[in-house]
């Protein structure tokens, strides 16, 4: 009888303590497997974002460690970080950060053209279909300052999936929405996770955080709750 | 890399005006170091060439570089016996056994060596005395180690054999005197030797002091004028690869010696004040090209501190620290070769624009016009100096951007 599978993601104990003192995120213990679609929730300087950074590989824990696809990231060098973030992550942030002297489409090919897995002619392929997917492939030409805000953010995903990441990071991508597109946005993140990728929200508004499959509820930098919304 | 390339043009690009200030900055310094340095290159090449054409390059005279020892000295070395008011032995001057010494020279490979004797004698022409250096020399032998063949305006330089007590005056003396070939001078060594000279011919060297107070006889000639039979006080000496000058002075002296003069200890004068204008030159462009490092390092940082999201969102994105260095390096070099690729067109253009220039004043040395190198070397040496001080302007800014932590960035963003 073979192991079970390693979870995607998995947090052990994580603690992240900042010099001065102040405890961002205390002692979290979670696993998320393949294909989950988590919303992390609490209150503002609850940890959320923290968490996010943590398990994304942005920033290091002071205690405890994080296992991606079952390997231990704790003795991994900044470059070898970087790589894992490239290959296997995608972020999204509040703001976009989509480099503005480029097109929606450049945007979505610079992970791709750092990576290099796939030649240019195949890469462009690829990037107008993750943005045709997205109702971007009119705009793929685009300057980010002549999208509107839904079609920036819409832009970045296609961006933070360009490689096609194991494990998509959202940190409250809806802050900067209104309604509409943020419900657009969910549905995207649904669609994400409904076709086997792990995706994992932070987000303060619980009635978007509903529909994910998995609540994580943190207070003061710890775990007060995980399990269905 | 081609990426990190496309990235660094496309935030170039967004501070346009910016980017173009630098770059004319850097232009400006890499346009005036070149015209500058080619300007006084030019002008010391030239000034060491005639000096090299006109002078011997190396020459033996008939001193010694230090007194030599007395007698009383030898005697009595470090004794308690101070003798004082000795005078030094009254010898004959010359170089002894000339004719030995040249043939030993001669048979040096790439040496080519003339005895001369020089002697002071006033030139007289009806009321005009005026006093002149004749270097009583061998034709044949002389037309080895000197320009004097090419720089006869009048006249050739054999003519010497074939007139009774014959002459060649430089012309600048030749003015002064008021004569022409044909003429006849009375020459009057200290001695007390008068001897009617003929005019056979006329130089210009291109030197002043040379053209207004030489002349040349033959070395016979000028033994009887001078009253010194049978002496040589002067081997002049010319060599195949001028810059082996001074390693054989040292040591042609120390086989024989005599003093022996290298052409740059001749001019060692003249070549400090080169050394000295060339520190300057390269510190007034130095200054332009370290002024314009500032702009580089200006627009890298202001780049750098605009750009502190997008380099967060490169560093969440998978780019490495050595990336983002790269690109804000990369940065900072396109500047730098922008720079030095125009200043290089500029720098062309203002020598040739330079070139253009007549004084329209003929100088002595037969020039109104700049004396101008055009060495791709210089352009070399101005494209890496601007190139090596962007990158070094760059690098600090480069660095701080590879250490911003994402963090940090995107929570203040946030």
Known sequence: MSAPAPPLLAAEGVTRRLPEGVTLVSDVTLAVGRGEFVAVTGPSGSGKSSLLYLLGLLDRPSEGRILLEGRDTAGLDGEALAALRLARIGFVFQFHFLLPEFSALDNVLVPMRRLGRLPLVEARRRALALLEALGMREAAGKLPEQLSGGMRQRAAIARALANDPALLLADEPTGNLDTRNAAAVFDIFAGLAAEGRTVIVVTHDLALAGRARRRVHLVDGRVVSDGPP | ?414
């Open chain 2, 1 to 414: 890399m081609k990426l990190l390339l496309d990235l660094a043009r496309g935030m170039l690009a967004r501070r346009r005006r910016q980017t173009l200030v630098s770059v004319a900055g850097v232009a400006l310094g890499v346009a005036f170091f070149i015209a500058i340095a080619a300007l006084m290159r030019g002008f010391q090449g030239y000034f060491i060439s005639q000096i090299i054409d006109v002078a011997p390059h190396i020459t033996v005279k008939d001193e010694l570089r230090a007194p030599p020892r007395q007698a009383a000295e030898l005697a009595h070395p470090g004794g308690a016996v101070t003798v004082s008011g000795v005078k030094p032995r009254d010898r004959v001057r010359g170089i002894r056994a000339a004719g030995d010494k040249l043939a030993m020279l001669e048979a040096m490979p790439g040496v080519a060596a003339a005895p001369l004797l020089t002697g002071q004698a006033l030139l007289r022409y009806g009321a005009r005395d005026v006093s002149a250096t004749l270097l009583g020399i061998e034709p044949a032998r002389q037309a080895r180690v000197s320009n004097i063949g090419k720089d006869m305006i009048e006249g050739r330089l054999e003519d010497l054999r074939a007139t009774a007590n014959g002459v060649i005056l430089g012309a600048g003396l030749a003015q002064r005197l008021g004569v022409r070939v044909g003429d006849t001078v009375s020459a009057v060594s200290p001695a007390g030797t008068v001897l009617p000279m003929r005019v056979t011919g006329l130089f210009r060297t291109g030197l002043t002091a040379l053209d207004n107070a030489q002349g040349y006889t033959l070395l016979k000639v000028n033994q009887v004028l001078q009253n010194r039979p049978n002496v040589v006080n002067q081997i002049h000496i010319r060599l195949r690869d001028v810059t082996r000058a001074e390693p054989l002075a040292r040591q042609i002296e120390a086989r024989f010696g005599d003093r022996t003069e290298s052409w740059e200890e001749q001019n060692a004068n003249f070549l400090t004040v080169f050394v000295i204008q060339n520190a300057v030159m390269y510190s007034v462009t130095g200054a332009i090209l370290l002024v314009a490092a500032f702009g580089i390092y200006n627009i890298v940082s202001t780049v750098v501190f605009e750009k502190t999201r997008d380099i967060a969102i490169l560093k969440s994105l998978g780019f490495t620290e050595r990336d983002i260095q790269l690109l804000f390096l990369a940065q900072g070099l396109a500047v730098g070769l922008l720079g030095a690729a125009l200043g290089c067109a500029l720098g062309a253009l203002m020598i040739e624009g330079l070139a253009q220039i007549r004084f329209g004043v003929e100088t002595p040395a037969g020039q109104d016009r700049f004396m101008l190198v055009r060495d791709w070397r210089i352009y070399a040496a101005a494209s890496l100096f601007a190139v090596a001080a962007a990158g070094i302007a760059a690098v600090i800014p480069a660095r701080r951007a590879a250490r911003l932590d994402p963090v940090q960035v995107v929570r203040g963003a946030a």
